[in-house]
């Protein structure tokens, strides 16, 4: 089973799902902390987007040499069994931003 590790990039299946959850197998970075990530077999992700929304929760990336964003409204608690593979990693900027959206979502 893989262990998952903050900014990496993997390829997970999100499916099933409910309502307008975001869909398919696609490329999600983890957010959690490596030491959450190293104590149990789940992981925090976020997915990734090459659908461009002007939404303040989301954060503009370059991954694999392609526009996209990190779906901040959209982040989920998987199983490790849902990571199919590792893609790489996020650049150190685009996980800063990421992680600093969060902190403003979730603390006043």
Not at 34 to 45: A, G, K, P, Q, R
Not at 74 to 93: A, F, N, P
Request: net charge positive; with cysteine; proline share 6%.
């Amino acid at each position: 089973m893989v262990t998952a590790q903050r900014g990496h990039v993997y390829l997970v299946c999100l499916d099933p799902t409910v309502g307008r959850e975001i869909r398919k197998t696609r490329p999600c970075v983890v957010i959690s902390p490596d030491e959450l990530n190293s104590h149990l077999e789940t992981c925090i992700v976020a997915p990734l987007t090459t659908a461009s929304r002007s939404y303040p929760f989301r954060v503009a990336c370059q991954f694999q040499g392609k526009q996209g964003q990190i779906v901040l409204d959209q982040i989920r608690t998987v199983d490790r069994e849902r990571l199919i593979r590792e893609l790489g990693k996020l650049s150190s900027q685009a996980l800063d931003s990421a992680l600093r959206i969060l902190n403003e979502m979730f603390l006043p």
